[in-house]
């Protein structure tokens, strides 16, 4: 299964609402995990289930979305916030897209 | 809180073998699902197995043909091992855990940059 992130770069303003988008190539029903990674640094998982957080992750982040199309949701973004993401199905195997940039804007 | 540290070679020829070792600590290695997940420079990240100390193991597809994964429970150590490496190969290798069936990573490694090239 192929998973399709976009746009490849996101600009936002500290404090704005950033919408990250994955599509998948066939249906995932909600088999989708997303995960933020800052440079030099692992990442680290914020979402499963498309729309469960993780332990310890902020209210802010959310997702939604089922089959094929997928929306990760940050609002009010901190400065801790400005990474990388990615999305990752779990339906056949496991499979991540190529990631979305957040950047300040 | 669990941690994985990953080790092994820095640096491997093409064609030889690539043994890599994640040690587990502060948890059990009977706790989780264990997968290896690689990212290459393009960033890319590609998941490349998960085992599980009852001994059940699956492998990526794409990469079934070379992989080998493993635990030693007395060493609370995850193997991986992986034949006839290429260039294409050069990525940093994570450790990571996984509590439901290892479908997702919620436990990772810093990681452990590997370069194939002669």
């Known amino acids: 299964i192929v998973m399709t992130q976009s746009p490849a770069t996101l600009s936002v303003s500290p404090g704005e609402r950033a919408t990250l988008s994955c599509r998948a190539s066939?249906?995932?029903?909600?088999?989708l995990a997303w995960y933020q990674q800052k440079p030099g640094q692992a990442p680290r998982l914020l979402l499963y289930?498309?729309?469960t957080r993780a332990t310890g992750i902020p209210a802010r982040f959310s997702g939604s979305g089922s089959e094929t199309e997928f929306t990760l949701t940050i609002s009010g973004l901190q400065s801790e916030d400005f990474a990388v993401y990615y999305c990752?199905?779990?339906?056949?195997?496991?499979?991540f897209g190529q990631g979305t940039k957040v950047e300040i804007k | 809180q669990v941690q994985l540290q990953e080790s092994g070679p820095a640096l491997v020829k093409p064609s030889e073998t690539l043994s890599l070792t994640c040690n587990v600590s502060?948890?059990?290695?009977?706790?989780?699902?264990w997968s290896w997940i690689r990212q290459s420079a393009g960033k890319e990240l590609e998941w490349i197995g998960r085992v599980y100390f009852s001994g059940s193991v699956i492998y990526n597809p794409s990469l079934k043909s070379r992989v080998t994964m493993s635990l030693d429970t007395s060493k609370n150590e995850i193997s991986l091992i992986l034949k006839s490496v290429t260039a294409a190969d050069t990525a940093i290798y994570f450790c990571t855990g996984g509590s439901y069936f290892g479908y997702y990573f919620d436990q990772w490694g810093q990681g452990i940059a590997v370069t194939v090239s002669s």
């Open positions: 289930g498309a729309s």
């Open positions: 066939q249906s995932i029903t909600t088999k």
């Open positions: 502060n948890g059990s290695i009977s706790s989780s699902f």
């Open positions: 990752q199905q779990y339906e056949d195997w496991r499979t």
